[in-house]
């Protein structure tokens, strides 16, 4: 069995942006990352909008807030130091009527005690901005950029490793089991052994701690994010990410317009609950998991208090025209026939024992043993922040 002075569990952007900072950091300690998948990024990382957020909605207290904005800076920095693609093409959030006006002046507070500088835009200017969206009112915000994650990822593992750190792909964590000297790392055909175990292993880390911490009072529920690609002729359709007010009462972003690194552009995702944790087809469902969830009372609060939201969603899911209607909203010359299919993402949303969908980053620990137990929107973009916040809780046990 080999032993390592600490193992990574899961290569998407926190796991790999954790890794490198502890090999940076303590170049002498023997680290171990294993992934379940062939590559890095197969799942929320290498699946979402690609936007470097700027921290336009959090809570300005929350470890989100906080991340968030170092996370913009920093993740520029990095793309400009190591040659990396991303581009700061800034945000529109778009009103459509006299409610979502009222909602954004909230946001354009909320965007300044966030340290940001928003514009206001009346509906003339935003036509200015942008001849192809219609509204009543905006706001723009400079900051806001777009990047490649995958890409990003991949380059935290290639440096981790040029430091002597080791990834294992391919290698999926069945089993952690923990005694006062180590913490023993089951995969199927091998084992392995750490002083400390890092779990970033998203969508699946709830399973993970229960097996070292089983009174935690909350669970990863996976919430599907789908999306359309448009067609080549719309590529310059928008300069700009065209965002909708987001509704305060949901945590998700709303149905947006982004422009993608490769040069085209997307229209989503929205916000379906998802019938197991990998389940991206639009009907595909991962039977034990389903039922795993149907026996756990915090989902089935959640299901309870949002059922009208969340069968409207599983509507336009399903009737690609209802998806449609949320886009013509603010982008009125999008057709039907130019909604182009375009790989889907899941969430891990975690969701307490009473059914509140936890909005924050959130971390669990036990004495050799440390776990990102809710890392959603934006840590893409604060991968590098939470590193160092991981890294901090770790460094005098390491
Ligand atoms: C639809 C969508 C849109 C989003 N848009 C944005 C955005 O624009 N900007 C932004 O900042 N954030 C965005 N996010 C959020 C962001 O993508 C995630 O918060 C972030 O990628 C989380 O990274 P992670 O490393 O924690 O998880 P993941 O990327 O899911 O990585 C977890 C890894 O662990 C591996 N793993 C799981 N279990 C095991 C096991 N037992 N053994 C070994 N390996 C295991 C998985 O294979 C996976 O590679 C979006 C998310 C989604 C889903």
Redesign the pocket.
């Known amino acids: 069995m080999s032993d390592y002075d600490i193992i990574v ?7 790999a942006a954790s890794a490198l900072k502890i090999k940076r950091e303590k170049p002498g300690l023997s680290v171990l990352l ?4 062939a590559a ?6 290498g ?5 470097i ?1 700027a921290g336009v909605y959090y809570a300005p207290d929350s470890l989100k807030a906080k991340y968030c904005r170092e996370g913009l800076q920093r993740t520029i920095a990095w793309c400009q130091q190591y040659d990396l693609p991303y581009q700061q093409c800034g945000k529109l959030i778009v009103a459509t009527d006299e409610q979502e006006e009222a909602r954004l002046q909230q946001l354009y507070l909320r965007c300044q005690q966030n340290q940001l500088q928003p514009e206001l835009l009346s509906a003339a200017q935003l036509r200015a901005k942008a001849p192809a969206i219609s509204g009543s009112a905006a706001m723009f915000i400079q900051q806001t950029g777009i990047t490649d ?1 995958k890409r990003l990822t991949a380059h935290f593992l290639a440096q981790f490793e040029q430091l002597g750190g080791k990834v294992r792909f391919n ?3 069945d089993q952690l089991e923990e005694n006062e000297h180590k913490v023993r790392v089951v995969c199927k055909s091998e084992q392995f052994s750490a002083a400390q175990v890092l779990n ?5 880390s709830d399973e ?1 701690i229960r097996q070292l911490k089983p009174d935690i009072d909350w669970r990863i529920i996976p919430f599907k ?1 789908e999306y359309f690609r448009l067609p080549e002729k719309y590529n310059r359709i928008v300069e700009h990410l065209i965002y909708p007010v987001p509704d305060p009462q949901l945590p998700f972003l709303g149905v947006h317009l982004t422009l993608m690194i490769g040069g085209y552009v997307t229209v989503g ?1 929205n916000a379906v609950l998802a019938l197991g944790k990998e389940a991206y087809g639009k009907t595909e469902l991962q039977f034990h998991q389903f039922v795993d969830m149907l026996c756990y009372s915090g989902f089935r609060q959640v299901v309870k208090k949002n059922w009208r939201s969340g069968m409207e969603e599983f509507r336009n899911s399903l009737n690609k025209r209802g998806y449609l209607k949320l886009v013509q909203k603010y982008c009125p010359q999008i057709q039907l026939q130019d909604l182009l299919p375009y790989p889907a ?4 949303q975690a969701v307490s024992d009473n059914g509140e969908l936890i909005h924050d980053f959130r971390f669990a620990e036990t004495a050799r043993s440390l776990h ?1 137990g809710n ?8 991968a590098l922040p939470i590193a160092d916040a991981i890294y901090s809780k770790l460094a005098d046990k390491l």
Do not use: D
Not at 40 to 45: D, G, I, V, Y
Not at 345 to 348: E, K, P, Q, V
């Open positions: 569990i899961g290569g998407g952007i926190v796991g294993l992934e379940k998948e890095a990024a197969q799942h929320q990382t699946r979402n909008s690609g936007v957020h994650y290698t999926q964590v970033c292993a998203g969508v699946y993970l994010g995702p993402g899941i969430r891990a990102v890392a959603p929107s934006p840590a893409a973009t604060s």
